[in-house]
């Protein structure tokens, strides 16, 4: 299967920690995508890649979170100094070039992110 | 501000009776509308999708109505199986972004 790959799937940290998480896309994908989810909510947009280029980014994304993609490949979303309120459902999505204004986004498994 | 408001939280449906959740959008600028399922643990997954020049769309079980002047999108399932038990989230594209609406827990019962 060579879907978008997230790793952990889990993670359980103290509040005040920092935690990395990685988004393997689907190869050929040039775009990339990190999401939260919340319990009973959709998938909020966090930031957008496209190959190694940081190209948008949403208010959530307070300044404890940095999203990198350094290569055009894998991407890894940092969370410093955690808060009980990054609880939450990380997700990857990654989508390919094309005409048109809109890519299919697949997504990952996502990681589970518990703040104790 | 939630861009996409999605209806209902949860439906509950009879195998082989048709399910239907309804989304709202406000934002004209939006031009593509893909309804995503979701299994527990798992990553959403596309189902079927419209543009809004096209009032229907129908992939096997799966329609999607879209009433454009009302700016209104619809996702049916039509002989709903137990397998389709999961959430449901009707989604709006602009460009890259893509906005959720809140999801609706679908279950079939046998």
């Known amino acids: 299967d060579t879907g978008v790959s997230q790793n952990p799937r889990h993670k359980i940290t103290k509040r005040g920690q920092n935690v990395t998480f990685r988004c393997d896309p689907i190869?050929?994908?040039?775009?990339l995508y990190w999401y939260r989810q919340t319990l009973g909510q959709g998938p909020e947009f966090l930031t957008y890649?496209?190959?190694?280029?940081?190209?948008?980014k949403s208010r959530l994304l307070s300044d404890r979170f940095s999203a990198e993609r350094p290569k055009g490949s894998f991407s890894t979303l940092e969370i410093q100094r955690t808060e009980q309120g990054d609880s939450a459902m990380y997700l990857c999505?990654?989508?390919?070039?094309?005409?048109?204004?809109?890519?299919?986004?697949?997504f990952g498994p996502g990681t589970r992110l518990t703040v104790l | 501000q939630q861009q996409v408001k999605q209806s209902p939280q949860s439906l509950i449906v009879q195998k082989g009776g048709i399910s239907i959740i309804n989304c709202a959008y406000e934002?004209?600028?939006?031009?593509?509308f893909p309804w995503y399922q979701q299994f527990p643990g798992k990553g959403p997954a596309l189902l079927i999708a419209?543009?809004?020049?096209?009032s229907e769309k129908k992939e096997g079980r799966f329609t999607i109505s879209f009433n454009k002047s009302a700016k209104q999108f619809s996702l049916h399932i039509m002989d709903s199986q137990p397998g389709d038990s999961a959430t449901y989230f009707c989604?709006?594209?602009?460009?890259?972004?893509?906005?959720f609406g809140t999801g609706t827990r679908l279950t079939v019962i046998p």
């Open positions: 999505a990654s989508s390919s070039p094309g005409g048109g204004s809109y890519n299919e986004q697949f």
């Open positions: 890649f496209q190959n190694e280029a940081q190209l948008e």
């Open positions: 989604a709006a594209s602009i460009i890259n972004n893509l906005f």
């Open positions: 419209i543009r809004p020049d096209v």
């Open positions: 934002n004209t600028a939006f031009d593509y």
């Open positions: 190869s050929e994908h040039n775009r």
